[in-house]
T-cell receptor, first 111, second 115 residues
Framework: GNSVTQMEGPVTLSEEAFLTINCTYTATGYPSLFWYVQYPGEGLQLLLKATKADDKGSNKGFEATYRKETTSFHLEKGSVQVSDSAVYFCALRKEGGKLIFGQGTELSVKP | NAGVTQTPKFQVLKTGQSMTLQCAQD?????MSWYRQDPGMGLRLIHYSVGAGITDQGEVPNGYNVSRSTTEDFPLRLLSAAPSQTSVYFC??????????????FGSGTQLSVL
């Protein structure tokens, strides 16, 4: 079946550190891949997406590249800020609409 | 812009009580869904709907009922609450038919505790 696996958190970094959150997926066909972010006390919101192999999604300094050969969609940011503290979810979506989430990775950025 | 509105934000129930979590969207989205969020398990799909009068089960449907009488509303009913249903519940919507690159719009969540 379809599934998404993320690295476990929490991840704690100092401000301006480099961030990588690993995400791998299992799916038949060609799903679209997403990163959603959940700030404290809020619902999820889309951070970035990629719809086909080798696409790079980017937003707010975050990037992720759709790697079909390694079935991965790792999230990266060159210099994190305290305001990036949140829970990050990797997800895939296939025909029919269902969005399948990973378990989420909590990021805490210290000043 | 209201988007997806969930009520209530917080609720405490006793085991065996029933209640309805409300979800409404004003974007004319055909697709609506309910997720529950539990620590270490991410979001799991409970039920979803692709239009008025059409509902289907997700990954964890047991203990929950839904109906979709209008495009705007998609209530989630707990008929007899159990402690295992303590969770944060999110409603989400998107246009349909869904292209795979369509994002979901999420409500702000309902935190439910069952004692």
């Amino acid at each position: 079946g379809n599934s998404v696996t993320q690295m476990e958190g929490p991840v704690t970094l100092s401000e301006e550190a480099f961030l990588t959150i690993n995400c791998t997926y299992t799916a038949t066909g060609y799903p679209s891949l997403f990163w959603y972010v959940q700030y404290p006390g809020e619902g999820l919101q889309l951070l970035l997406k990629a719809t086909k192999a080798d696409d790079k999604g980017s937003n707010k300094g975050f990037e992720a590249t759709y790697r079909k050969e390694t079935t991965s969609f790792h999230l990266e940011k060159g210099s994190v800020q305290v305001s990036d503290s949140a829970v990050y979810f990797c997800a895939l979506r296939k025909e029919g609409g269902k969005l399948i989430f990973g378990q989420g990775t909590e990021l805490s950025v210290k000043p | 812009n209201a988007g997806v509105t969930q009520t209530p934000k917080f609720q405490v129930l006793k085991t065996g009580q029933s209640m309805t979590l409300q979800c409404a969207q004003d974007m004319n989205h055909e697709y609506m869904s309910w997720y529950r969020q539990d620590p270490g398990m991410g979001l799991r799909l409970i039920h979803y709907s692709v239009g008025a009068g059409i509902t289907d089960q997700g990954e964890v449907p047991n203990g929950y009922n839904v109906s979709r009488s209008t495009t705007e509303d998609f209530p989630l009913r707990l008929l007899s609450a159990a402690p295992s249903q303590t969770s944060v519940y999110f409603c989400a919507s998107s246009p349909f038919p869904v292209s795979t690159n369509e994002k979901l719009f999420f409500g702000s969540g309902t935190q439910l505790s069952v004692l």
